[in-house]
């Protein structure tokens, strides 16, 4: 019998989720994946649908949960309307220990994050909030990947501001402790890489280390507010994006390095040099 405590992953398919969910498994540890997608069969615990927008749905996801990864609805500015009452029913189902990703750009008294990070200190015996700078899986699996591989660009409204990317495994790997360790941590961390870099040196970076001629086009806000709203992103969501793109290029709000990797995981963050692998085709 396994007296490990149950997991509860939200947002399992995501970046981290899925890499959270991997590392618990591998260590024994059971879990439970939430997806909005219905399971093949109902017999199946390791997997259930839940929706943060239907209340009917959590019941069955909370059953005997002692902990739960937390990873907010996409595009909604106002999630704590919906996660609030979610931690709620959790907490009186007996749960106890809970981990948010969040973001280094949104401290507590923030947009999106920071009402569901106040919850969670207030509520919650035990908890952390994982706050990681841009995730450097961005360039080698996400929209950066599709602008390199289309027209060998990159794209920010950053100009030149620095950014201490982080990789979605050191991530996961704090995460991973957070939800393990024996003592709480009842904190916030701000994750990064070991570095921190501008995207003009992240295109020279990819440029060199695949042999290809990579550009970084720096964006107006305007310009990258209306490419999100043009690809389908609510306009509020769109602004706030570029918001924080403003801000590191004017104020400096992402150019930092922690120690947080190597003082919870006991290893040093990864490089993005390392990270890339597959060259842009």
Request: negative net charge; glycine residues 6%; charged residues 20%.
């Amino acid at each position: 019998m396994n007296d490990k405590p149950l997991t509860l992953i939200t947002g399992a398919s995501g970046k981290t989720g899925s890499r959270v969910a991997a590392l618990l498994q591998n260590q024994n540890y059971p879990v439970r994946l939430a997806s909005r997608n219905k399971p093949a069969s109902n017999s199946d615990e390791h997997q259930v649908h839940f929706d943060w927008y239907d209340p009917s749905t959590y019941a069955a996801a909370l059953k005997n949960v002692d902990h739960v990864y937390l990873v907010v609805p996409v595009l909604d500015m106002n999630p704590e309307n919906v996660m609030i009452p979610f931690i709620k029913e959790a907490l009186w189902g007996g749960a106890k220990r809970f981990v948010l990703l969040g973001s280094a750009s949104v401290d507590e008294n923030g947009p999106v994050f920071g009402k569901v990070h106040q919850a969670l200190k207030e509520l919650a015996p035990e908890w952390a909030v994982l706050q990681p700078s841009y995730f450097m899986e961005n360039f080698t699996e996400g929209p950066h990947r599709v602008t390199m591989e289309q027209h060998r660009e990159i794209y920010s409204a950053t100009g030149d501001g620095r950014v201490g990317f982080v990789s979605a495994d050191d991530i996961a790997a704090v995460a991973f402790h957070a939800l393990t360790d024996d003592v709480p941590h009842n904190t916030a961390h701000v994750i990064t890489g070991p570095e921190a870099l501008t995207y003009g040196q992240v295109a020279d970076l990819f440029s060199r280390v695949m042999e290809q001629s990579i550009q970084y086009r720096p964006l107006s806000d305007e310009a990258l507010t209306q490419s999100m709203v043009d690809a389908g992103m609510p306009g509020d969501y769109a602004a706030l994006l570029a918001g924080l793109d403003r801000r590191i290029r004017e104020e400096g709000s992402e150019d930092q390095t922690t120690d947080t990797v190597k003082k919870v995981t006991g290893r040093d963050p990864i490089a993005l040099e390392q990270l890339i692998k597959v060259p842009v085709k």
